[in-house]
């Protein structure tokens, strides 16, 4: 069972990057920004300007500012005949990337063949200040403008500042970045590095009691009523009612998931069943969700009567008939003393109640530096040759944070660092790569994934900084393959150790999931609906973050039928297994007598145990307590990672990958469909019979006592009474003692027959002669 290590091309790599966490640099921007390494850039912030010369014919002007630093050149927007403009906009040039000693900002006038100069204003490089987070923002100046050769103008001033900072300036994520210079001004704010707020979700649970006076259109027969909820895009309903009568019950929960703020109405109708695919509406009631009581616990909310209006439509317009009202029973409210899941529960990042009030304090503080990647794959093709424009989306509970996409780069560097409050320690944070799709005018396309990666919060060690670079593996329907290598700095600080350790005591989900639970059925319909709502909120932010990017951090698609992922499960219970087949293969060993001064030392310590029965707990735990500390010394230094073999993903066929990544439902061809259908039944026989199998056991079990074969339980009867009888007269110890020795028996006094219990066992009936 024991599998071969990992390719190395696979595998995590500690790194060593020049971050400010663990060295003492005096630096104020260590104590605060120390997980990335310092990137300097030089800021020009442009803010207005004031009594700009006319350039027209009409005597105005339309101005703009261009800065220029080099090769590299910023231009903010234009205003139309103004000359006192405000513009307030940054401007970012890296460093690493000034090829000029000088920076050159001017302000033109918009013209239609060659814009007019109005002024410039000149900066040494060498004179520009410094400038370090906490301190204050620097002053914006008023400077006045200069021609060409360098003398004052009459009028036009320019207020504007120039400064040399690092990633940390507050004017950072705003700022335009000479590394996108290639980007229009369209584009530059979907590349920005933004912070995004999951919706806060709510369930709504809807207890449908009955319903009065309905008024169905045929009166000759028997209403088969049944109530459908819908909420947005989720529709649910009742069954029909079993009482067929115009005043129908049925006392159930219809539950929904809704996202604040609450902009559309819950729409409740009355349906009599006439036919397979005809219904018609008895009634329908429309509740605004605002007003609607919000619970904290499992206390009943008050009942309340709603109004069934009966809509008619006549002449192609809708009328309300109010000649007589029907009404409906409900209890409704919105629970908050749940979780809801909105990602799957294997890698949940939160596990706190939607109310506020029943939050417990935070136990710490969770940091990640996301400092860069190297060797990208090409993503799409630009001008005849491959490109990249790469990003990190970073995602723990209620918060999203976004990286500035690093434009057409291989190796780009983001050096962006984040911090999140930590509530439970068993959580996991993800963060994946994408490529930007819609910088460059294309509003069409999709933002691609490069990959992922997942660290469980309760694998790191408190304060320690943990310097990684990471594969992103993609998983393809031509295999699995190495798309680059994301580099990361994280560390968990925890504030209270005996707050942390006393979380490891407490439910993992609210009280509500276990006082009130609800279904595996109802959870799994619950998430899909939470996910869709997340993802669609999230896309509407500016800049978007895109649907397809929040379902692959969120795994939509993880429940869906997958070989490789079946057989990865497979061999996790083997893997967990084997630890007692290895147990058992010594314990043969024991009994077969293969080393005979290991068997003699297991003897002698049974008799101990047996003359001594207060020694077999203390003996156990201390056992495993000195088999903990010998574990210690090979305790893994890393987080854990995506593990292709674990995963099954470097061996499998290519035929199943090409059905993993099948629509659902499917888009093959009715013969392919076929054969994957008879593999699955196949499969689905062996696990058929491996569960008849074990329903054979527990029947022979139960048939023991059960006169089914009057012989074996006559025989069986017979042997309880004798034992009890030896049992009573005899001490324990010596029962247990004997039974010992003779389990651990030389193999001189065995014979390979099985023994009389099994042989008796194996002949008891099971049910299995009775099934069809």
């Keep these: 069972m024991q599998k071969p290590p990992q390719s190395v091309d696979f595998a995590l790599k500690e790194t060593s990057p020049n971050i400010g966490a663990g060295s003492f640099t005096g630096d104020k921007l260590s104590c605060t920004y120390d997980l990335v390494e310092q990137m300097q850039y030089l800021y020009a912030r442009v803010v207005k300007a004031k009594d700009l010369p006319p350039k027209d014919i009409t005597g105005s002007c339309d101005p703009y500012v261009e800065v220029k630093l080099g090769n590299y050149k910023g231009v903010t927007k234009h205003f139309e005949k103004k000359s006192n403009p405000e513009w307030n906009q940054v401007f970012a040039f890296s460093k690493d990337r000034i090829q000029a000693s000088v920076l050159e900002v001017f302000v033109k006038d918009k013209d239609v063949v060659l814009d007019d100069l109005i002024g410039r204003i000149m900066f040494d490089l060498n004179e520009v200040p410094k400038r370090v987070p906490p301190d204050s923002p620097l002053a914006p100046q008023w400077y006045r403008l200069e021609d060409r050769k360098g003398d004052k103008i009459k009028s036009g001033e320019l207020m504007l500042a120039v400064w040399m900072g690092t990633q940390a300036d507050e004017a950072f994520p705003d700022a335009w970045h000479s590394d996108a210079a290639s980007v229009g001004p369209d584009g530059v704010n979907k590349i920005r590095s933004k912070v995004y707020i999951s919706p806060k979700l709510w369930y709504v649970r809807v207890?449908?009691?009955?319903?009065?006076?309905?008024?169905?259109?045929?009166?000759?027969?028997?209403?088969?009523?049944?109530?459908?909820?819908?909420?947005?895009?989720?529709?649910?309903?009742?069954?029909?009612?079993?009482?067929?009568?115009?005043?129908?019950?049925?006392?159930?929960?219809?539950?929904?998931?809704?996202?604040?703020?609450?902009?559309?109405?819950?729409?409740?109708?009355?349906?009599?069943?006439?036919?397979?695919?005809?219904?018609?509406?008895?009634?329908?009631?429309?509740?605004?969700?605002?007003?609607?009581?919000?619970?904290?616990?499992?206390?009943?909310?008050?009942?309340?009567?709603?109004?069934?209006?009966?809509h008619v439509v006549a002449d192609g317009e809708q009328k309300k008939e109010a000649k007589f009202a029907s009404r409906i029973h409900l209890r409704i409210c919105l629970d908050g003393g749940y979780h809801v899941l909105d990602e799957s529960t294997h890698y949940s990042s939160d596990v706190r109640p939607t109310a506020k009030q029943l939050w417990r304090p935070s136990i710490g503080i969770l940091e990640l530096g996301v400092l860069s990647a190297v060797g990208l794959m090409p993503m799409k093709t630009k001008d005849g040759r491959g490109t990249t424009d790469a990003y990190c989306v970073a995602k723990y509970g209620q918060k999203w944070v976004r990286t500035r996409t690093i434009v057409d780069s291989f190796t780009p560097r983001w050096n962006e660092q984040y911090t999140w409050e930590v509530f439970d320690p068993c959580t996991v944070i993800t963060i994946g790569v994408f490529d930007n799709g819609h910088?460059?005018?294309?509003?069409?396309?999709?933002?691609?994934?490069?990959?992922?990666?997942?660290?469980?919060?309760?694998?790191?060690?408190?304060?320690?900084?943990?310097?990684?670079?990471?594969?992103?593996?993609?998983?393809?329907?031509?295999?699995?393959?190495?798309?680059?290598?994301?580099?990361?700095?994280?560390?968990?600080?925890?504030?209270?150790?005996?707050?942390?350790?006393?979380?490891?005591?407490?439910?993992?989900?609210?009280?509500?999931?276990?006082?009130h639970p609800l279904s595996v059925m109802q959870l799994d319909s619950l998430r899909h609906q939470a996910m869709q709502i997340v993802s669609t909120r999230l896309s509407r932010s500016e800049p978007p973050l895109r649907k397809e990017v929040v379902e692959y951090m969120l795994d939509v698609d993880s429940h869906m039928w997958s070989m490789r992922r079946s057989k990865a499960n497979f061999f996790r219970i083997m893997g967990v297994l084997s630890s007692l087949i290895a147990v058992g293969k010594w314990f043969d060993q024991i009994c077969n007598w293969k080393n005979s001064l290991t068997t003699i030392l297991i003897h002698i310590l049974f008799i101990i145990l047996v003359l001594y029965p207060e020694l077999i707990l203390p003996t156990v735990f201390l056992y495993l307590f000195l088999i903990g500390l010998w574990n210690y010394r090979w305790r893994s230094r890393h987080p854990p990672h995506m593990d292709t073999r674990l995963s099954h993903a470097d061996a499998a066929h290519p035929d199943e990958l090409d059905e993993e990544f099948d629509t659902f439902p499917t888009s093959k061809p009715s013969d392919v469909v076929r054969m994957r259908y008879d593999r699955l039944r196949s499969i689905a026989g062996r696990v058929q019979t491996v569960v008849g199998d074990l329903a054979t056991q527990g029947e022979?079990?139960?048939?023991?006592?059960?006169?089914?074969?009057?012989?074996?339980?006559?025989?069986?009867?017979?042997?309880?009474?004798?034992?009890?009888?030896?049992?009573y007269v005899t001490p324990f110890q010596v029962v247990a003692l004997l039974i010992g020795l003779y389990v651990l028996r030389h193999p001189r006094f065995r014979h390979k027959l099985p023994s009389a219990p099994l042989n008796f066992f194996r002949r008891l009936p099971a049910k299995s002669d009775s099934m069809l």
């Excluded at 580099?487 to 993992?508: D, E, I, K, W």
């Excluded at 012989?711 to 009888?725: K, Q």
């Design 207 to 310: 207890n449908v009691i009955e319903a009065q006076d309905l008024v169905p259109g045929d009166k000759s027969r028997f209403p088969e009523v049944f109530v459908k909820g819908t909420l947005g895009n989720q529709s649910l309903r009742t069954r029909t009612s079993q009482t067929k009568t115009i005043n129908p019950m049925w006392n159930e929960d219809l539950i929904f998931v809704v996202a604040e703020p609450f902009e559309e109405p819950l729409i409740l109708t009355a349906e009599d069943r006439l036919g397979p695919n005809k219904d018609e509406i008895l009634g329908k009631c429309v509740i605004p969700l605002q007003p609607v009581q919000r619970r904290l616990d499992h206390k009943p909310v008050n009942t309340r009567w709603f109004n069934l209006e009966k």
């Design 700 to 727: 022979r079990f139960q048939s023991l006592i059960s006169w089914r074969d009057p012989r074996a339980t006559t025989l069986f009867l017979t042997f309880c009474l004798i034992a009890a009888i030896v049992l």
């Design 439 to 515: 910088i460059h005018g294309g509003g069409g396309g999709k933002d691609s994934r490069i990959g992922k990666v997942r660290i469980r919060l309760s694998t790191l060690e408190t304060d320690r900084v943990y310097t990684h670079s990471y594969p992103l593996l993609a998983l393809q329907p031509s295999g699995v393959r190495k798309a680059g290598e994301v580099q990361l700095a994280v560390r968990f600080t925890c504030s209270s150790l005996v707050n942390m350790l006393h979380m490891y005591s407490h439910p993992l989900l609210p009280k509500m999931h276990y006082v």
